[in-house]
Nanobody
Framework: QVQLVESGGGLVQPGGSLRLSCSFS????????IGWFRQAPGKEREFVAV????????HYADSVKGRFTISRDNAQTSVYLQMNSLQPADTATYYC???????????????????WGQGTQVTVSS
């Protein structure tokens, strides 16, 4: 059974940085596309970034492009989200999600992912 575990969230001041980690187990990591999503209180879950397999291409939401970077380490079976220039609007619970059968048109849709982590809270506040 595939399991995803996020870590690295916390409280940071505006303009600061955080690095989130998503640890993968229970499957063949190299076959899985891994995405990051976030959900703020009272809002719908929204796409943040994704790194596809096997192409290893990356895609970002417009709101984070140029500030966030997604990467993966197949040896460590982990995916990372480096978040720079954080703003209060980035405050949310961040989730990583995985799926082995996504097509390009589905990678930004959280409903298409089979496996989810428990989430990690990111709060950007002075």
């Amino acid at each position: 059974q595939v399991q995803l575990v996020e870590s690295g969230g916390g409280l940071v001041q505006p303009g600061g940085s955080l690095r989130l980690s998503c640890s993968f187990s229970g499957g063949t990591f190299s076959r899985y596309t891994i995405g990051w999503f976030r959900q703020a209180p009272g809002k719908e879950r929204e796409f943040v970034a994704v790194i596809r397999q096997p192409a290893r291409t990356v895609h970002y939401a417009d709101s984070v492009k140029g500030r966030f970077t997604i990467s993966r380490d197949n040896a460590q079976t982990s995916v990372y989200l480096q978040m720079n220039s954080l703003q209060p609007a980035d405050t949310a619970t961040y989730y990583c999600a995985g799926d082995s059968g996504l097509i390009l048109s589905s990678i930004r849709d959280h409903r298409m992912y089979d496996y989810w982590g428990q989430g990690t809270q990111v709060t950007v506040s002075s």
